[in-house]
T-cell receptor, first 115, second 112 residues
Framework: DAGVTQSPTHLIKTRGQQVTLRCSPK?????VSWYQQALGQGPQFIFQ???????QRGNFPDRFSGHQFPNYSSELNVNALLLGDSALYLC??????????????FGSGTRLTVV | AQSVTQPDIHITVSEGASLELRCNYS??????LFWYVQSPGQGLQLLLK??????LVQGIKGFEAEFKRSQSSFNLRKPSVHWSDAAEYFC??????????FGTGTRLKVLA
């Protein structure tokens, strides 16, 4: 049973560029959440997608946007990259008919470096 | 606002010794609490969770945690640490229905 799959694993971008990160949820899960983990910090909630809609959003600027596809996979897009966007981006999946309080399954993350 | 505090940034223990990682939370209602472990370059693995009921929760890999409402704490314990336990540990509280608030983590080093 495949867990949460994220691609790519590593990425280097230049300031001002745009980036797209991808996530496939665990089999049986229909909800995808994205977290940003800066070096030495805990993960911070970006947003959550359910039924192809953004269900909740954390304190991140509009440069961060997302999408969920009918097969429940998801993309995270970041525009106008800043050096401060360098981080590990984690995708987590869960079932929409339960609350997040039942425990996410996390992917291994995408390491984004902005130079 | 809800918050999670992990007061110990680094902890070093000898293999075979007992371990306790501290976690304090601030939350208005009954919290939903979690401990996750992260190995270098990896994602997060759920160790255990507390929703209600018995305040002593058993998890994977021999870990347990105790919820103490009066102290707003949810400390993680293990009676005998193995070298493979070296990793970073995160405490989290479920905020609302959908998102978690994570602490800043405790990095565990295990001495042979």
């Amino acid at each position: 049973d495949a867990g949460v799959t994220q691609s790519p694993t590593h990425l280097i971008k230049t300031r001002g560029q745009q980036v797209t990160l991808r996530c496939s949820p665990k089999s049986g899960h229909d909800t995808v959440s994205w977290y940003q983990q800066a070096l030495g910090q805990g993960p911070q909630f970006i947003f959550q997608y359910y039924e192809e809609e953004e269900r909740q959003r954390g304190n991140f600027p509009d440069r961060f946007s997302g999408h969920q596809f009918p097969n429940y996979s998801s993309e995270l897009n970041v525009n106008a990259l800043l050096l401060g966007d360098s981080a590990l981006y984690l995708c987590a999946s869960s079932r929409g008919d339960t609350t997040a309080n039942y425990g996410y399954t996390f992917g291994s993350g995408t390491r984004l470096t902005v130079v | 606002a809800q918050s999670v505090t992990q007061p110990d940034i680094h902890i070093t223990v000898s293999e075979g010794a007992s371990l306790e990682l501290r976690c304090n939370y601030s939350y208005g209602a009954t919290p939903y609490l979690f401990w996750y472990v992260q190995s270098p370059g990896q994602g997060l693995q759920l160790l255990l969770k507390y929703f209600s009921g018995d305040t002593l929760v058993q998890g994977i890999k021999g870990f347990e945690a105790e919820f103490k409402r009066s102290q707003s704490s949810f400390n993680l314990r293990k009676p005998s640490v193995h070298w493979s336990d070296a990793a970073e540990y995160f405490c989290a509280v479920g905020e609302g229905t959908y998102k978690y608030i994570f602490g800043t983590g405790t990095r565990l080093k295990v001495l042979a």
